[in-house]
């Protein structure tokens, strides 16, 4: 059975560019960057290279980036590495629609006695600037908001954000691990102070990522050991890795609009057609301000564990907006976080496109959902039959 692959937020297909490029950094030219020998040594042009294609795709200097093995690794490291530099100060600002990668952090700094305060959207998902703008004070160590929410799409102004937070003096990251490849970036004309990326999310491979630390901003490293990316996070270069998001963001840096204006005529495509062909379905999140790739839509009455096994029978991979927990169904904290209501939450899915989706795939795919919708309607002690 053939895959339709609508899980580009959770993975990505690794591009045949990037993997050509890894391969030989396997077996042939396998070297530590950190050796004497010529044959370590030429390693570290590969990553100088690396460096200078992803600072390329952010616009920024590439000695900015500090590689890591992940959007994980990244988020940990930034809020992490600025409490350390900065002990006396002791509030974190965040949001309640983070990714656990932030927002398990923040909370284990709140247990450890730091303030912290979640800011709260509204129902399509956005964020009110004046509650942020109250909230900062003397005691401010770091705030941090996401660039794009992971589950809707939803594209915070963090460019006003950033600025917002710095002119205060306070240190601002984002998490932009949705963002970096879909919509263009310019970190030299912006107020950003740390972002984190991923390379599994941008047709890139998996375990590794970027920190981007602007020149001069203070951050205590968070791995420690030996003395690589110039002291600055210790352990041996994942150079294949390195490489293959280098590779990736070059690629992504080529096409970057032209890619995004067919994927945004896909999901609009994708989405217009569920929603009026799927009676009591509804949008979450804002319309307007959205990544171009993402749609969560829910289907009223129904769950969306259901829908996704049913598509899956037709090798449709999507993804829903609730877990599984200690046996329960507990719809998304970023649904919850936006009001919408349980039997809405309960049924939401999420499609998530790429470049390498086609028309003929989003065509079945409105063929069949309104069918298994409908199916399932039928089964739901909630539908009046
Ligand atoms: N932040 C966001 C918004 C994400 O969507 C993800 C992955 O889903 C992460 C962080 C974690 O990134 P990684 O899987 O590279 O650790």
């Known amino acids: 059975m053939r895959t339709i692959y609508f899980d580009n937020n959770a993975t990505t297909k690794v591009a045949e560019q990037v993997l050509e490029e890894m391969r030989p950094l396997f077996c042939e030219l396998y070297g530590n960057p950190s050796s004497m020998h010529t044959f370590g040594g030429q390693m570290g042009r590969r990553i100088r290279q690396a460096r200078e294609q992803v600072a390329d795709l952010l616009g920024c200097e590439p000695s900015e980036i500090i590689f890591t093995s992940g959007g994980t690794e990244s988020d940990n490291t930034a809020i992490k590495g600025t409490l350390a530099a900065m002990p006396h100060r002791r509030k974190i600002i965040t949001t309640r629609v983070e990714h656990p990668a932030v927002l398990t952090v923040c909370r284990e700094f709140e247990n450890q006695g730091y303030t912290v305060v979640e800011l709260a959207v509204d129902k399509q998902g956005r964020l009110d600037l004046a509650q942020l703008a109250e909230q900062i004070d003397d005691d401010t160590a770091l705030v941090t908001i996401m660039y794009a929410n992971n589950e809707t799409g939803v594209i915070f102004p963090i460019d006003k954000i950033a600025e917002l937070v710095t002119d205060r003096g306070v240190i601002f990251h984002t998490d932009a691990v949705q963002v970096v490849g879909k919509i263009p970036l310019n970190l030299s004309k912006s107020n950003i102070d740390l972002l984190s990326l991923s390379g599994h999310k941008l047709h890139g ?9 602007r020149k001069g901003t203070r951050l205590s490293p968070f791995m420690l050991g030996g003395h690589q990316e110039a002291g600055r996070r210790a352990g041996t270069e994942n150079v294949p890795g390195i490489v293959g998001l280098g590779k990736a963001c070059e690629l992504a840096a080529k096409n970057i609009e032209q890619e995004n204006s067919k994927v945004k005529n896909l999901r609009d495509k994708l989405e217009r057609a569920l929603l009026e062909k799927c009676p009591d379905s509804r949008l979450n999140g ?39 927990t200690s046996g329960s169904l507990e719809p998304s904290h970023v649904l919850r976080a936006m009001g919408v209501p ?8 999420r499609f998530s496109l790429s470049r390498y989706n086609t028309e003929e795939q989003v065509d079945y795919t409105i063929e069949k959902t309104p069918q298994i919708v409908n199916q399932l309607r039928k089964l739901s002690p909630f539908v009046a039959k």
């Open 342 to 349: 349980f039997t809405a939450a309960h049924g939401s899915i």
């Open 205 to 213: 491979p998996k375990g590794v990522g970027v920190l981007y630390v």
């Open 286 to 324: 804002d319309k307007e301000n959205r990544l171009p790739n993402t749609t969560n839509i829910s289907f009223e009455y129904i769950e969306g564990e259901a829908i996704l096994l049913m598509l899956d029978k037709y090798g449709i991979c999507a993804s829903s907006g609730s877990a599984c």
